[in-house]
């Protein structure tokens, strides 16, 4: 098939038609032409007809009648019938339009009019050859339907999907949404490293890397989070990023590798205030794109009108997750059950990782409303502030919809000899063996040192709230080049 159409671009070229001009310059999108003019009568059309639009787009059908063709085309607005006649273009530049395929890029003048069918239709009176395609489209009836084609070859899922379209456009219209808010909330936007010598700000495993010039290892980081708290502290008392993260862990309908986070930090604030800042956000972003907070995922009603459900991290496992009361406080019936249920632990993991993984067993897939989540152990939240009521847990939330987690935030822990001790925790961690244990980071307590105002932080996973809003079940539809193998393995 490659060699056809190479053989139909050969011919295009011995008539002297450029295959890859940069000479044509769309006045009009198709979207605007059908938005003013797909309801103007034929009458009115007709009046018009002096008036010439020119388009560009990418031919997705076309049907020959000898002297004659229609051909729909299509740019990023929309797509719009065209009739193309040899006695209006002309014998020569028919006789190229001739050798024009589906898939290949054209720029068309001329007047609307309607046929007999009513169909919006471009009369063509010039038309130019815009970008030669060497490959043919997927059967447009069938489409681009295999799923791992589709993510390797996003760009021909763009072309042929509406669908694939629609979702990047709604993703999009959610990051604006975003920024709005934040800068309307008197947030400044920054940038961090994403290359950094010690990564923190989350439990995870993190990519290594190596700078050549500098001889260090380096590692692509897990979270902004310590880098966008040392801003707080040099009195940039609001900030937010949005920007890539990088965890070196698995693949699966809800983790990519590279995902994209807002997170944020507001000083003079706790995290019971991010609560209603959160409910704000998520429900601008609902309006931005369904134009409504109660909407359907995957079948299932969604309901974001606030103020949303609130639940006790303790409480929820007896309660929703059906577990024994006395798992709470009983690190070796808590690891014991969380072992029946899929967990690994280390002999030096202790009762909150145990709690933690009985959570997200047993009560987080039935979370479908969205719900904050509180009162999380004090020895899984390494950067959270401890309750002033209850020492052993945090002044920390997560929050749930649709059965997942869609974002953390606590009030964030400002003393730095408590964060020197928990570090070191941490450390020992690492050197036992966890490699999703956090690094001691000596500059970040010498930060704190200096003094952080109480704060309130928080992370929300983009790609996961595009998925809600979008109703797709897989992560990977809603990155544009999700990560996979190799073709050749």
């Given at each position: 098939?490659?060699?056809?159409?190479?053989?139909?671009?050969?011919d295009l070229k011995e008539l002297g038609v450029p295959l890859f001009p940069n000479t044509f310059r769309p006045r009009d999108q198709i979207g605007d032409l059908r938005a003013r003019y797909d309801r103007m009568d034929t009458a009115r059309l007709d009046a018009m007809a002096e008036t010439k639009f020119m388009v560009?787009?990418?031919?997705?059908?076309?049907?020959?009648?000898?002297?004659?063709?229609?051909?729909?085309?299509k740019d990023r607005t929309g797509e719009i019938q065209c009739h193309v006649q040899r006695d209006v273009v002309g014998t020569e530049s028919y006789k190229a339009f001739k050798k024009y395929e589906v898939g290949d890029i054209i720029g068309v003048k001329g007047p609307l009019f309607r046929t007999r069918t009513q169909e919006l239709t471009i009369k063509v009176e010039e038309v130019q050859l815009v970008t030669k395609s060497y490959r043919s489209l997927p059967e447009k009836f069938h489409g681009l339907t295999d799923v791992e084609l589709r993510?390797?070859?996003?760009?021909v899922d763009l072309i042929m999907n509406q669908t694939t379209r629609d979702i990047f456009h709604a993703r999009s219209k959610i990051i604006s949404t975003i920024r709005s808010f934040f800068s309307e909330n008197n947030f400044m936007e920054v940038e961090t490293p994403m290359m950094q010598v010690?990564?923190?700000?989350?439990?995870?495993?993190?990519?290594?890397?190596?700078?050549?010039?500098?001889?260090?290892?380096?590692?692509?980081r897990v979270a902004p989070e310590l880098y966008l708290k040392r801003l707080v502290v040099g009195g940039l008392e609001r900030?937010?990023?949005l920007n890539r993260n990088f965890r070196n862990e698995g693949i699966s309908l809800r983790h990519n590798p590279e995902f994209t986070m807002v997170e944020f930090y507001m000083a003079y604030a706790s995290y019971e205030d991010l609560m209603s800042f959160t409910e704000d956000l998520i429900g601008l972003?609902?309006?931005?794109?369904?134009?409504?907070?109660?909407?359907?995922?995957?079948?299932?009603?969604?309901?974001?009108?606030?103020?949303?459900?609130?639940?006790?991290?303790?409480?929820?496992l007896i309660e929703i997750g059906g577990a024994p009361p006395e798992v709470l406080f009983d690190?070796?019936?808590?690891?014991?059950?969380?072992?029946?249920?899929?967990?690994?632990?280390?002999?030096?993991?202790?009762?909150?990782?145990?709690?933690?993984?009985?959570?997200e067993v047993l009560v987080e897939p039935k979370l479908w409303q969205p719900t904050f989540v509180t009162g999380y152990p004090l020895e899984i939240s390494p950067l959270s502030r401890k309750n002033d009521l209850d020492p052993d847990i945090v002044d920390r939330f997560e929050f749930f919809v649709a059965g997942?987690?869609?974002?953390?935030?606590?009030?964030?822990?400002?003393?730095?000899?408590?964060?020197?001790?928990?570090?070191?925790?941490?450390?020992?961690?690492?050197?036992?063996?966890?490699?999703?244990?956090?690094?001691?980071?000596?500059d970040y307590v010498r930060a704190l040192e200096y003094g952080m105002p109480p704060t309130a932080g928080e992370g929300i996973g983009i790609d996961r709230l595009v998925m809600l809003l979008t109703d797709q079940p897989s992560i990977r539809e809603v990155i544009l080049f999700p990560l996979l193998r190799p073709e050749n393995d």
């Open positions: 098939m490659i060699r056809q159409r190479r053989k139909k671009a050969e560009a787009g990418r031919v997705m059908a076309l049907r020959s009648f000898g002297k004659a063709a229609f051909l729909k085309i993510y390797r070859q996003r760009y010690i990564p923190g700000g989350a439990t995870a495993r993190p990519f290594e890397t190596y700078h050549n010039a500098l001889g260090m290892k380096m590692y692509m900030v937010y990023e972003c609902a309006q931005a794109v369904k134009g409504t907070l109660k909407f359907e995922y995957q079948g299932k009603e969604i309901d974001l009108t606030p103020p949303w459900q609130n639940l006790d991290f303790r409480s929820s690190e070796e019936k808590a690891m014991a059950l969380a072992r029946e249920l899929g967990g690994q632990f280390k002999p030096e993991d202790g009762l909150g990782k145990a709690l933690d993984k009985l959570f997942r987690e869609m974002g953390n935030g606590f009030s964030e822990l400002n003393d730095p000899d408590d964060q020197r001790g928990r570090f070191e925790d941490q450390a020992a961690q690492r050197s036992a063996g966890d490699k999703e244990a956090q690094f001691m980071d000596k």
